[in-house]
């Protein structure tokens, strides 16, 4: 079966830094880009980064550029997403979720599957 | 970031058929395809549409999908109960370099 597991999420202060992982399983981890996606309490779904498999490519949102980075180890079969000078609106449950099932062709991609999402709450 | 229109709401009573709409532009749908997930309250999203109009195995041929120009569709016929939920649009956007998804679109049964 695959799976993802998601981990790391908390309370933390403006200003502050988290790191979230997702646990992949059930599928060749290595094979597939990867990506984040977040939503707010009571809100939408909200793209944050994807991630190749190789990890040489990376896009994100523009509203987290240069503030978060994506991240990946295939030999451990996890993705990362470390959180820099967080914000209260950065609040959210973030879901990692995989980008299925073209590589050259990511454009053309759908989620499947997603985690069961780790809250993360910015607030002093 | 910009990202796709769907209307807040839609409703419908059992065994009806209730269309939601997604609006987007050249630059994601018009050039991508549209996909869709269904999130059942308190749960985390599953896929239900992908490429337009493909349905995962498992999801009831009740959903179908459409796409033309730059806007994508999601009817649900035979209107159930259980199909209560927020359902949300998604595509590449090729300006933006990132996946849009739709603002949701919460369904009632009545």
């Known amino acids: 079966e695959v799976q993802l597991v998601e981990s790391g999420g908390g309370l933390v202060q403006p200003g502050g830094s988290l790191r979230l992982s997702c646990a992949a399983s059930?599928?060749?981890?290595?094979?597939?880009?990867m990506s984040w996606v977040r939503q707010a309490p009571g809100k939408g779904l909200e793209w944050v980064a994807n991630?190749?498999?190789?990890?040489?490519?990376?896009y994100y949102v523009d509203s987290v550029k240069g503030r978060f980075t994506i991240s990946r180890d295939n030999a451990k079969n996890s993705l990362y997403l470390q959180m820099n000078s967080l914000r209260a609106e950065d609040t959210a449950v973030y879901y990692c979720?995989?980008?299925?099932?073209?590589?050259?062709?990511?454009?053309?991609?759908?989620?499947?599957?997603w985690g069961q999402g780790t809250l993360v709450t910015v607030s002093s | 970031q910009s990202g796709l229109t769907q209307p807040p709401s839609a409703s419908g009573t059992p065994g009806q058929r209730v269309t939601i709409s997604c609006s987007g532009s050249?630059?994601?749908?018009?050039?991508?395809?549209g996909n869709w997930y269904q999130q059942l309250p308190g749960t985390a999203p599953k896929l239900l549409i992908y490429?337009?109009?493909q349905r995962p195995s498992g999801v009831p041929d009740r959903f179908s999908g459409s796409k033309s120009g730059t806007s994508a569709s999601l009817a649900i016929s035979g209107l159930q109960s259980e199909d209560e939920a927020d359902y949300y649009c998604?595509?590449?956007?090729?300006?933006?370099?990132?996946?849009?998804f739709g603002g949701g679109t919460k369904l009632t049964v009545l």
């Open positions: 991630i190749k498999e190789d990890g040489s490519e990376k």
């Open positions: 050249s630059s994601n749908i018009g050039s991508n395809t």
């Open positions: 979720a995989r980008d299925y099932p073209y590589s050259s062709s990511w454009k053309y991609n759908w989620f499947d599957p």
């Open positions: 490429s337009n109009n």
């Open positions: 998604a595509a590449w956007d090729d300006s933006l370099n990132g996946w849009v």
């Open positions: 059930g599928y060749t981890f290595s094979s597939y880009w």
